[in-house]
């Protein structure tokens, strides 16, 4: 036998490592009995070293190779099937045995599924073993360390059996969903939920933009909207700190109080008192349900983050600043980053709002509205995200001439996987970090806006009155 099949300490007796040996002969007796078994159980052992002892992993291979190459699988083929230095593991009197003894077929499945449960018990103690050899080593840097045992983990994931497919109970949960729209969260913004519907629990949401539009304001609006529905919320800043991110919230949250006047301290006691009180009511609101991290730069530590915290929803800010590990391409960096936030959310049902930079061709066209086209390193963002949401605000593009004006932007829905694509208006305040709805409201606060001309300020109020415009597009 095999010294790997043992372990030791300094502190215990040498033990045999996890197994069951009896469900192994059984199983392979069955097989061999009728091979028409063997489909019950290749589904929960898929591979000859799932067996624990040297012999029943050589006669599983030879099997499988067997009803592979549809010859049927008995005690003469598998005999026949075996090497020479294999035989002289096998022989034929212990493999008459093996079928002789079997008692029934009934519980092949159960056998079956033991078998493997008792390899994913070695393959864990295996593992541990690594880890701590490589935690004793040297050579490894803690963040390094963590990653590595990132990786020995996904090797024991990754030989995990896959579940049966069961398509009675998939129907009745599908039925279910349906009813209770479980897998669906708002957006927040009337506008976009009547493009989309919501936001798909397992799929990702993508906000692009140039710098300067506004993609981390909006995301900080959008993070307040889901908060307010419950949901738990982890917010990855990448080029804000926590603390700047945090004044914003809490001046979204007032709807008072100037975030220039909260940038440069130029406070009055009434607003000082106002951001005082909204931030006693984000503490008493939301402490359950917000976390925030800047200092997390790798995708191995963004991932363990989300596997241990489990959000509802990951929001990212953003996505070029991420750094991927044995990736010299630009392109293949973000691919990976959107492969693995789609099977983080699908594995737990979360949804990824990730932000993203667009290029500079968009500054050397004539119509600066954002387009596809226009998503940095974009094939693999297009092909992977439910949504895909360009901000344009034409004021910073065009501010002596802005047909928007001051206080509205744009929302390009550009790609909606479960809905309907266009674009719409949307009122902003970037000194009160806040986008909303109701646009004509905007009429009674154009005092707020900073003029420097009576024919300026005639001018805004002009386009205020102009209509919504809404465009939709394939």
């Known amino acids: ?157 990754d030989t995990k059996p896959v579940a049966e497919f069961d398509l009675k109970s998939l129907t009745k949960s599908a039925i279910e969903s349906i009813g209770e729209s479980k897998n669906l969260v708002s957006f927040g913004y009337n506008a976009l939920d009547g493009m989309a519907g919501g936001m798909t629990r397992g799929e990702i949401t993508v906000l692009a933009g140039r710098p300067g539009h506004g993609k981390t304001t909006f995301s900080i609006n959008l993070a307040k909207k889901l908060l307010d529905q419950g949901l738990k919320v982890l917010v990855m800043n990448r080029e804000m700190t926590n603390e700047e991110m945090l004044k914003k919230l809490m001046v979204l949250n007032s709807g008072k109080v100037s975030y220039h006047s909260i940038r440069t301290g130029n406070l009055t006691d009434a607003s000082a008192k106002e951001i005082e009180q909204s931030q006693k009511e984000i503490v008493a609101n939301y402490s359950d349900n917000l976390i925030m991290y800047d200092d997390v730069s790798s995708l191995n530590e963004t991932i363990s983050l989300v596997s241990r915290i489990r959000p509802d929803v990951v929001i990212d800010d953003y996505i070029q600043l991420v750094k991927v590990s044995d990736k010299k391409d630009r392109r293949f960096e973000i691919e990976s980053v959107m492969q693995e936030y789609k099977w983080l959310a699908k594995k737990y049902k979360i949804i990824p709002i990730l932000l993203s930079q667009l290029n500079r061709d968009i500054e050397r066209r004539i119509d600066p509205i954002p387009k596809m086209s226009d998503l940095a390193e974009g094939s693999s963002i297009e092909q992977v995200a439910e949504n895909i949401l360009f901000i344009y605000y034409d004021y910073k593009v065009n501010y002596q001439n802005s047909n928007l004006g001051k206080l509205k932007s744009q929302i390009v829905a550009a790609k909606v996987r479960y809905g309907n694509s266009g674009m719409f208006t949307i009122g902003v305040d970037h000194d009160k970090v806040c986008y909303h709805e109701n646009i004509p409201e905007l009429q009674n606060r154009i005092k707020e806006v900073h003029v420097h001309s009576h024919d300026e300020l005639s001018n805004v109020i002009s386009k205020f009155q102009g209509k919504q415009e809404s465009v939709s597009f394939e």
Request: net charge neutral; no cysteine.
């Open 1 to 157: 036998m095999s010294k790997k099949q043992y372990i030791s300490t300094n502190n215990e007796s040498v033990k045999m490592m996890p197994n069951a040996i009896d469900a192994e002969a059984s199983v392979l007796a069955a097989i061999l009995t009728d091979n028409l078994n063997y489909d019950r159980v290749v589904r929960h052992i898929p591979e000859p070293k799932a067996f624990y002892l040297k012999k029943h992993q050589i006669v599983f291979k030879a099997i499988k190779s067997l009803i592979k190459d549809e010859v049927n699988a008995d005690i003469i083929t598998v005999l026949a099937r075996l090497d020479e230095k294999e035989k002289e593991v096998v022989n034929a009197y212990w493999l008459t045995g093996l079928v002789t003894d079997l008692p029934t077929t009934a519980h092949i499945e159960t056998h079956a599924k033991l078998v493997y449960e008792k390899h994913l018990h070695r393959e864990i103690i295996r593992q541990t073993y690594k880890i701590q050899r490589i935690a004793y080593s040297d050579t490894f840097g803690f963040i390094d360390l963590i990653e590595k045992v990132r990786d020995l983990n996904e090797e024991v994931m």
